[in-house]
């Protein structure tokens, strides 16, 4: 369970730090912003904004290479939720969808940034209810951890295939005991994994996202670009984004591990995960740092509330 959630991490991160779908020159490399080192995505929904001559120029000059009209595309804050434009399934339940709503948000409130947050906080909002089964099942198996711990010494070194169906036996007892049901768990991270997917792609497929500011931070600029014009402050997303990554896993894989062999796999997959979360941020926009430490907050938040009511008998046992 855990092994999978720390490897869906990690698919993550290497997706929305990979090269698919990004502008590139008539070399096949890619166009990279040099004001703010962002890749130019090739696939965008709508134009930048007139103001941002320089971006717009760029598409246009590269236009021949990439498949990108950039005159035939909508402003972004006129983006329809659906077009005529053939798009796929994909992206027509997902991605654009999504993007219409960051947009529309974002129009309303005149900050991007702040419509970034409560989409993600809407979404989330929506995805509560799985999201707490999965909660809940990591606080049973907290609580069924001490009978499980016990079961993992009893057969320790019982390798033979009668020890072990009687092992799964008894584990399968101490499993309805506590209401425990590892399937849960993993049948509701495989539901929420697309429409994370979708988010990140909708937030860079839409380019004024990127053009404006929230508490000061530019949405468009890398960190590892703002280091190098002595803009230092921006080190603080990197380093929110590691902690709450941290906790949010941390909560999970605590209650989760038994043995410890796998508690000793887990945190070492744990800490490979997040230094390689913490490479890869240097180089990804700070509308995606803010997405992520938003999803994360809310996921710690969460946890933190299911566990206080769990401990208070608040919250029934449900099943999926």
């Not at 990127?210 to 931070?217: I, P, Q, T, V």
């Amino acid at each position: 369970m855990n092994k999978r959630k720390v490897v869906l991490l990690i698919i993550i991160t290497l997706l929305i730090s990979g090269c698919n779908n990004y502008l590139v020159d008539e070399n096949n490399k890619m166009v990279i912003n040099s004001n703010t080192g962002q890749k130019l995505r090739s696939d965008i929904l709508c134009k930048p904004s007139d103001n941002n001559k320089e971006i717009l120029a760029e598409y246009e000059k590269y236009s021949e290479f990439n498949n990108t009209k950039i005159s035939s595309l909508p402003k972004c804050k006129d983006i329809k939720i659906y077009s005529n434009k053939n798009e796929g399934l994909w992206n027509t339940l997902f991605v654009v969808p999504l993007a219409f709503i960051i947009t529309k948000l974002g129009t309303f409130v005149n900050n991007y940034g702040l419509g970034l947050i409560i989409t993600t906080i809407l979404i989330r909002g929506i995805l509560f209810p799985l999201s707490q089964k999965a909660a809940m099942q990591s606080e049973n198996i907290s609580q069924a951890k001490p009978e499980l711990e016990k079961l993992e010494k009893k057969y320790k070194e019982k390798t033979d295939q009668e020890s072990l169906m009687k092992k799964n036996k008894e584990m399968l007892v101490i499993y309805k005991k506590y209401n425990v049901n590892p399937v849960v768990g993993c049948i509701i991270s495989f539901i929420q994994l697309p429409l994370l997917l979708a988010f990140l792609e909708a937030i860079n497929r839409v380019p004024v996202i990127f053009e404006g500011k929230f508490l000061g931070y530019k949405m468009g600029l890398t960190p590892s670009q703002a280091l190098k014009t002595g803009s230092y402050h921006y080190i603080i997303l990197i380093i929110l984004i590691l902690i709450t990554t941290y906790f949010s896993f941390k909560f999970n894989s605590s209650n989760n591990v038994v043995s410890p062999d796998q508690k000793k796999q887990t945190e070492m997959m744990m800490k490979f995960s997040i230094i390689m979360i913490g490479f890869v941020s240097f180089g990804l926009p700070i509308a995606i740092s803010i997405y992520w430490i938003t999803s994360n907050s809310f996921t710690i938040i969460q946890n933190y509330l299911v566990k206080r009511r769990k401990n208070n008998g608040k919250v029934k046992e449900t099943n999926l």
